[in-house]
């Protein structure tokens, strides 16, 4: 039981740390983000497509090395496709910002009633009155991007800069949080 004590602690010390190194990750990122909004919104539909690419180049190894099943025909279209939308977006990527930007603004919104929900229930057991409030606020922001997305939606250039103004947030109440662990007591 002592042994659960004391690496229940050890690991409640080391994730204080890493809240605060996210949130000034995030910061530093939503700062760049902010000062050029183009780069930034060019540079998620870039990564997107990269992940694409490395998700398909394994699909594809994985329906090419497997010798027979039921996966194969799925792993090797899945991989083709996968494979042709990273390609097509790196190559055209202002074609793709306007799908992405739909995609980041439900994320925006379901991140937002998600944290929003998780700071009701901070605030029934208890929480810090600055730290669910904290949570709260950012989870309102988080939403409100999202509508102002979803309404401006033809007009993609805004993408960079509410991203931005989004991890700004982000990694200000990460920075807190961290903060707030590091000072609760150890339980």
Same mark, same amino acid.
């Given at each position: ?60 190894? !994985? !329906? ?99 991203? !931005? ?23």
């Amino acid at each position: 039981m002592q042994g659960d004590a004391i690496l229940g602690t050890i690991l409640f010390m080391i994730t204080w740390k890493w809240f605060i190194v996210e949130g000034i990750l995030l910061f530093i990122l939503g700062i760049f983000a902010i000062a050029q909004p183009e780069i930034a919104t060019l540079t998620v539909v870039e990564l997107l497509a990269w992940l694409l690419i490395f998700v398909g180049a394994f699909s594809l190894f !994985g !329906g090419v090395t497997s010798r027979s099943g039921p996966r194969v025909p799925s792993s090797l279209v899945g991989g083709i496709v996968a494979l042709v939308c990273g390609i097509v977006m790196l190559v055209i990527p202002e074609i793709v910002v306007g799908t992405a930007t739909i995609i980041i603004a439900l994320f925006f919104l379901l991140s937002g009633f998600a944290e929003i929900s998780s700071s009701f229930s901070l605030r029934s057991i208890g929480g810090h009155n600055n730290h669910w409030g904290l949570a709260f606020f950012n989870g309102l922001i988080s939403v409100v991007l999202g509508i102002v997305l979803l309404t401006y939606w033809p007009e993609v250039a805004i993408l960079g800069l509410l991203l !931005g103004i989004n991890f700004l947030f982000s990694g200000s109440y990460l920075i807190s949080l961290g903060w707030f662990f590091r000072n609760a007591p150890a339980h």
